[in-house]
Nanobody, 120 residues
Framework: QVQLVESGGGLVQAGGSLRLSCAVS????????MGWFRQAPGKEREFVAR????????DYAASVSGRFTISRDNAKNTVALQMNSLKPDDTAVYYC?????????????WGQGTQVTVSS
């Protein structure tokens, strides 16, 4: 059983920064594709960022590109999302996700989420 635990959420003013972290259990972390998603109240969950198993390739949603950075530490089984220049529209529950299957955009394992609230 793979477990993902997010941390680092909180309340921040617009223009501020937060760093989310996701700790993943198990010994296969270095094989996982990792992603961050978010879901705002009344909206569907949306893709935020993803990173391949080695960290050599990343991808971002247009709404966060240039402000957010995804990274991973395979020695510590963690993936992080550095969020800068936060906007009220970034307010959402943020989820990390993992999957071992290459060549797809779906994720098998999900965390419980961490709340990010950006005040104006």
């Amino acid at each position: 059983q793979v477990q993902l635990v997010e941390s680092g959420g909180g309340l921040v003013q617009a223009g501020g920064s937060l760093r989310l972290s996701c700790a993943v259990s198990g010994r296969r972390f270095s094989r996982y594709r990792m992603g961050w998603f978010r879901q705002a109240p009344g909206k569907e969950r949306e893709f935020v960022a993803r990173i391949n198993w080695s960290g050599s390739a990343t991808d971002y949603a247009a709404s966060v590109s240039g402000r957010f950075t995804i990274s991973r530490d395979n020695a510590k089984n963690t993936v992080a999302l550095q969020m800068n220049s936060l906007k009220p529209d970034d307010t959402a529950v943020y989820y990390c996700a993992a999957d071992e299957e290459p060549g797809t955009s779906t994720y098998k394992y999900w965390g419980q989420g961490t709340q990010v609230t950006v005040s104006s």
